[in-house]
């Protein structure tokens, strides 16, 4: 897998032909007053943007994927713009250069997750809990593996595409040996989840 400051050194020819899946770690973060963490989101997807145009001198990006997303087109772009609004920049301006934006959920699928996900946060016993748990994992390994056929069969040889996708979510994927994976972390990921983390300690 390589890491991007390797790519500099590495032949366009050494990755000609090849399905290219640059991944950048989703953010789930409310907008909210808290000037610090915003500019911290800002930068962090500024810095994803500028990595993965470095990355793009191996091949334009043709194709999003986005999580929680099952529609596409202009109606997906609007439900980014609407839920996700510090990544809506990165996604204008790759849709400005010809890049399409592709839904990776499965309605169902994503649904029973989120429902199971929710029971979770209220449930108080732990037998429940555990029995619980089991229908969100069993809904979380078909929501992978759903994600994971949608990228397979939607990226072509020679295209370069994004993924954004929660970094402990992206490791299950068990993606084929002919799609090459980069991994685009920006600086500022572990200082988002540090303020995050801290916030929460604190309150």
Same mark, same amino acid.
């Given at each position: 897998?390589?890491?991007?400051?390797?790519?500099?050194?590495?032949?366009?020819?050494?990755?000609?032909?090849? /399905?290219?899946?640059?991944?950048? =770690?989703?953010?789930?973060?409310?907008?909210?007053?808290?000037?610090?963490?915003?500019?911290?989101?800002?930068?962090?997807?500024?810095?994803? !943007?500028?990595?993965?145009? /470095? !990355?793009? /001198?191996?091949?334009?990006?043709?194709?999003? %994927?986005?999580?929680?997303?099952?529609?596409?087109?202009?109606?997906?772009?609007?439900?980014?713009?609407? #839920?996700?609004?510090? !990544?809506?920049?990165?996604?204008?301006?790759?849709?400005?250069? &010809?890049?399409?934006?592709? &839904?990776?959920?499965?309605?169902?699928?994503?649904?029973?997750?989120?429902?199971?996900?929710?029971?979770?946060?209220?449930?108080? #016993?732990?037998?429940?809990?555990?029995?619980?748990?089991?229908?969100?994992?069993?809904?979380?390994?078909?929501?992978?593996?759903?994600?994971?056929?949608?990228?397979?069969?939607?990226?072509?040889?020679?295209?370069?595409?994004?993924?954004?996708? #929660?970094?402990?979510?992206?490791?299950?994927?068990?993606? =084929?040996?002919?799609?090459?994976? %980069?991994?685009?972390? =920006?600086? #500022?990921?572990?200082?988002?989840?540090?303020?995050?983390?801290?916030?929460?300690?604190?309150?």
């Amino acid at each position: 897998m390589p890491e991007l400051g390797k790519i500099q050194r590495l032949s366009v020819d050494d990755f000609k032909g090849k /399905k290219r899946l640059f991944c950048i =770690p989703n953010l789930f973060v409310p907008q909210e007053e808290d000037e610090k963490l915003v500019n911290l989101v800002e930068k962090y997807w500024n810095e994803a !943007l500028s990595h993965v145009e /470095k !990355l793009e /001198k191996l091949g334009y990006v043709t194709k999003i %994927f986005v999580e929680t997303i099952f529609i596409e087109g202009q109606n997906a772009v609007d439900v980014i713009r609407e #839920t996700n609004p510090y !990544l809506y920049p990165l996604i204008e301006k790759k849709l400005s250069q &010809g890049a399409v934006v592709i &839904g990776i959920e499965d309605p169902e699928i994503f649904g029973e997750f989120i429902d199971w996900g929710n029971c979770l946060r209220v449930v108080k #016993t732990a037998s429940v809990m555990q029995k619980i748990f089991e229908y969100f994992n069993n809904a979380n390994q078909r929501r992978i593996g759903y994600i994971k056929d949608k990228i397979i069969s939607s990226l072509q040889e020679g295209e370069s595409a994004i993924l954004i996708l #929660t970094d402990n979510e992206r490791v299950k994927l068990d993606l =084929p040996q002919d799609v090459e994976v %980069f991994l685009v972390v =920006p600086s #500022t990921y572990d200082d988002i989840l540090k303020y995050l983390r801290d916030k929460f300690i604190s309150q």
